[in-house]
């Protein structure tokens, strides 16, 4: 769906994986889960654009329901992939996911999560066999042209991408607008997070941008105030008070 001049967005809202366009060529920026694949061409469709068009994909930081279909339009397509140089390994399986704490687990919303996990393949990660890394302060030169801001915590590579040009900030798992195992809405630190004091100490590396769009992993685009988020999250119970009830 069209979320803003130049920016489409697969999925729901639950898993969101961004589309978006640059004087005719494509970023994609996070792949979701591999059923998405199957939505691709369809969404470039509304964007005017094929497959043909697709430049790159950025990936946030390397979580399983981010990297979806990479490898596959890697292989199949030639696009190449990339991610901040400390998830690297992570996105090429080469290791896990770190020290995860799950916020807020409700146990209605996290059967709605598994079922979506099945329905669209996200039942373990395909490693990307090539891939190639960016650190922080970096502009990629990709369509859009992303301006890097490393925010770790959630992952060590997490990274949020900043496309002026087009006023959004996309920031994966930075924080999130919704959570997928509570369903609670609103700014909130993301589930699965390694290190949440630190991804919480990490949303003061994007204060003071300016975006219109703030577009996070999971949940709906945030248009009122990066700042506000921010602030929000940061108001949040400490990581400590919300472990598993
Ligand atoms: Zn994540
Ligand atoms: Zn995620």
Request: glycine share 12%; aromatic share 6%; no cysteine.
């Amino acid at each position: 769906m069209r979320i803003s001049a130049g920016i489409h967005r697969i999925g729901d809202g639950l898993v969101n994986s961004y589309l978006l366009e640059d004087s005719g060529e494509i970023t994609i920026v996070d792949a979701g889960a591999p059923g998405y694949w199957n939505d691709l061409p369809f969404e470039l469709a509304a964007m005017n654009r094929t497959l043909e068009d697709v430049r790159a994909l950025v990936l946030t930081h390397a979580h399983i329901d981010h990297v979806g279909f990479a490898e596959r339009l890697r292989r199949e397509r030639h696009v190449p992939v990339s991610v901040h140089e400390l998830d690297a390994k992570m996105a090429r399986g080469e290791a896990k996911p770190q020290n995860q704490k799950i916020l807020g687990v409700g146990l209605v919303a996290l059967l709605g999560f598994v079922r979506f996990a099945l329905s669209k393949g996200m039942l373990r990660a395909t490693p990307i066999l090539e891939v190639a890394t960016f650190g922080d302060g970096a502009t990629l030169d990709v369509p859009g042209a992303p301006r890097v801001i490393h925010v770790p915590g959630h992952s060590e590579g997490s990274a949020a991408l900043h496309i002026p040009a087009r006023n959004a900030l996309f920031v994966g798992d930075a924080f999130a607008t919704l959570n997928v195992i509570s369903g609670k809405t609103g700014p909130q630190l993301a589930p699965f997070g390694s290190d949440l004091p630190r991804a919480k100490e990490s949303l003061l590396r994007l204060q003071g941008i300016e975006a219109a769009y703030v577009l996070p992993g999971h949940g709906l685009p945030w248009t009122r105030g990066l700042g506000e988020a921010i602030r929000l999250v940061r108001e949040e119970r400490a990581p400590g008070d919300s472990r598993r009830p």
